[in-house]
């Protein structure tokens, strides 16, 4: 079974002190969010798991593989695909041209593997633009690119920092839509968001972050019926 693993894992930026003995558990399968307002931790938490930043302490393991001191693309080569926030896709190449870049074979051969068609399916709306510049996408569109950008790469884990920041409102329901669909088809993901409805809409489980420590975990139904924590930790 896969499974991502961190254990009371810290980090630091320069004498910063931003994690502070972090624990999170993804198994195979699941669809798990980490919610927290700005500033909380997230994104420090998504970087440290893909290797761009270096945990000071504490343990990260996948598959009962080491993380701690890998390099981002030797952790990539592991099974790992990450969708940065900033989407950081090729402004000068065409959505086709993001796409093929991005193209490689998966750890599991028996597994479907992703193509440039699947991806069309998956997200209609970038079929007709196949040819178009990925400078010219609106940023929903650029959201849907670097997503399936990262697909390309048949990753068995995606990591994706705040998917729907900054989209608008449609745009965050047709993610949701499609998020749905990779969850019936097994991926296994890890997102960080503070949007409570598209995390608690799509997730099985959720962590809490707030000042670099893990302050709440529990299932979904459990974070729905849990007024008081959603107003301590998640309302602005």
């Known amino acids: 079974m896969m499974q991502l693993d961190l254990k009371d894992v810290s980090t630091h930026y320069g004498t910063s002190h931003i994690l502070f003995d972090v624990s999170l558990t993804v198994n195979e399968g699941e ?3 980490l919610l927290g307002r700005n500033g909380a931790g ?9 290797g761009l930043v270096q945990a000071s302490s504490g343990s990260i393991t996948f598959n009962g593989t080491v993380l701690n001191g890998l390099a981002p693309h030797d952790i990539a080569r592991l099974g790992i695909g990450y969708v940065p926030d900033d ?4 402004p000068d190449l065409t959505v086709r041209e993001n796409l093929d870049i991005a193209a490689k074979q998966g750890l599991d051969v028996k597994v479907r593997q ?8 998956l997200f209609p709306i970038l079929a007709p633009l196949n040819g178009n510049l990925g400078g010219y996408l609106s940023g929903g569109e650029q959201q849907m690119l670097t997503i399936g950008r990262t ?5 068995s884990l995606v ?3 705040e998917p729907v920041e900054g989209v608008a409102p449609l745009v965050v329901e047709e993610l949701a839509r499609q998020f749905k669909l ?8 890890l997102f960080a968001e503070q949007n409570l409805q598209f995390a608690t809409d799509i997730s099985d489980r959720a962590y809490i972050i707030e000042k670099g420590r893990i302050r709440y975990h529990g299932t979904i139904e459990e974070l729905e019926r849990n007024r008081e924590v959603q107003e301590k930790y998640l309302m602005i």
Do not use: A, H, S
Not at 42 to 50: A, H, N
Not at 114 to 121: A, C, D, N, S
């Open 114 to 121: 992703w193509t440039v068609e699947r991806i069309y399916e």
């Open 42 to 50: 997230k994104t420090t938490t998504i970087r440290t798991i893909m």
């Open 151 to 155: 697909l390309m790469g048949n990753p």
């Open 159 to 161: 990591l994706l920092d």
């Open 31 to 33: 669809v798990v969010c």
């Open 87 to 90: 989407r950081l896709i090729f």
């Open 182 to 189: 990779l969850k019936t088809m097994g991926l296994t993901i």
